[in-house]
C-alpha cells in the first residue's frame, strides 16, 4: 500500500514539474526569467540567491509569499521591507502600498500563469498590478504549480472560479463570492475583482523573474 501511495505521488509530482516545465520555457521564451523549484524549500533558496543585492522590498497581497515567510526571512536578514500588511505604527497603508511601489524588488504571486507564457492578474487596488509593470526595477514572481494553467482562457477561469472566490472568503468579505463560491460578475463595494492585467511579455524598463514551485501554494 506504502509503495502504491508513493508511486501515485511521483507520478503526480511528474505531472506538474511538466506542467511547469512548459511554463517556465514559453516564459523564458516572452522575455521573462523563470525557473521552476522542485518544492517550497528550494524556490525559497533560489528566491533568496536572486535577491541578495537588493536592500528594500515591496509586498504585495500575497497568501502565498507569507505561506513561505519571505517577508519575515528578510526583516531578520536587516533588509527594509513594505508590507501593507504589517505596517509599522507610523505608517499608513497608502503609504506602504505607495512605497512598495519605488523598492528595490517588489515580490507577489500571480492569480494565473499560462503554459503558454502569460502572467495573468486582477486586483482591487492596484498597487500588485502597478508595480509588476513599472515603478520597481525588479520584480520576483513566485507561484505554485496550482496557478499554471493551459492557455489565456483557462487562467481567467481559475480566477473566476477559484481564486477570487478563496481570497475574497480568506479577507471575510461581503461578496456573493465569499459566501457560495460563485462569480457573479457583482457590483459589491467590496468587489476585488477591478483591474486586469496581462503580462504577454517582459515590460521594456522592468526586470521580472518568475519562480514556479512544483507544490500547491496559496490561492
Known sequence: MRQRAMKEFLIHRWIAEQKGQRAVTNLKRNDF????????????????????????????????TRQLDLPGILERQGKTVYDHWNPPADASDIEMRLKQGRSDCFICSANAISETGEIINVDGIGNRTNAMTFGCPNVIIIAGINKVTRDLESAFQRIRETAAPMRAK????????????????????????????????KPMMTEITVIIVAEDLGF
Open 170 to 201: 480568506s479577507l471575510h468579505l461581503d461578496t456573493p463570492c465569499a459566501k457560495n463560491g460563485v462569480c457573479t460578475d457583482c457590483h459589491s463595494p467590496q468587489r476585488i475583482c477591478r483591474i486586469t492585467t496581462i503580462l504577454h511579455r
Open 33 to 64: 526569467q523563470a525557473y521552476l523549484a522542485a518544492n517550497a524549500e528550494e524556490g525559497v533558496a533560489l528566491f533568496l540567491d536572486l535577491v541578495k543585492e537588493f536592500t528594500s522590498f515591496g509586498f504585495g497581497g500575497s497568501a502565498t
